[in-house]
């Protein structure tokens, strides 16, 4: 049974075999130079690299790059200036309907001052609400 293996000997065996590659070496050649600079078997080594591959890869996967940070706040911002858009639109719209609600209340109020004054033929200038 193998020794197990430190973080140390992780980020060796990480650094190693990148170094490798970029040099242009072949798998076999790569891992036959890192065992024997770790002093372990080159299946060990080759082992312990996918397992510390795929587990870079995950974590690598659940944080999101700076261009895709960069394209989310570029949309989120976007809809917020299309949401303050849409404010800026109900806002006047709220405005033009209290005015028109305003304009029907003065003309049903002028409506029931004619009516009472039909009715009361006494009283030819009655007031129900004072404008």
Same mark, same amino acid.
């Given at each position: 049974?193998?020794?197990?293996?430190? &973080? %140390?000997?992780?980020?060796?065996?990480?650094?190693?075999?990148? !170094?490798?590659?970029?040099?242009?070496?072949? /798998?076999?050649?790569?891992?036959? +130079?890192?065992?024997?600079? $770790?002093? /372990?078997?080159? +299946?060990?080594?080759?082992?312990?690299?996918?397992?510390?591959?795929?587990? *870079? *890869?995950? *974590?690598?996967?659940?944080?999101?790059?700076?261009?895709? $940070? !960069?394209?989310?706040?570029?949309?989120?911002?976007?809809?917020? %200036?299309?949401? !303050?858009?849409?404010?800026?639109?109900?806002?006047?719209?709220?405005?033009?309907? /209290?005015?028109?609600?305003?304009?029907?209340?003065?003309?049903? $109020?002028? %409506?029931? /001052?004619?009516?009472?004054?039909? $009715?009361?033929?006494?009283? &030819?200038? &009655?007031?129900?609400?004072?404008?």
């Amino acid at each position: 049974m193998s020794r197990s293996w430190s &973080p %140390e000997e992780d980020r060796m065996l990480l650094r190693w075999v990148t !170094q490798c590659r970029q040099l242009g070496m072949s /798998r076999a050649d790569t891992f036959a +130079s890192v065992a024997d600079r $770790l002093d /372990r078997s080159e +299946s060990v080594c080759f082992s312990r690299w996918k397992v510390l591959s795929k587990e *870079a *890869a995950k *974590a690598q996967a659940r944080q999101p790059n700076s261009s895709t $940070l !960069q394209e989310r706040i570029r949309r989120l911002e976007e809809k917020l %200036e299309a949401n !303050q858009n849409e404010m800026k639109k109900l806002m006047e719209e709220n405005r033009k309907t /209290r005015e028109e609600m305003r304009f029907f209340e003065i003309m049903l $109020l002028e %409506e029931y /001052r004619i009516l009472i004054s039909l $009715l009361d033929k006494k009283n &030819p200038k &009655p007031r129900l609400h004072r404008l």
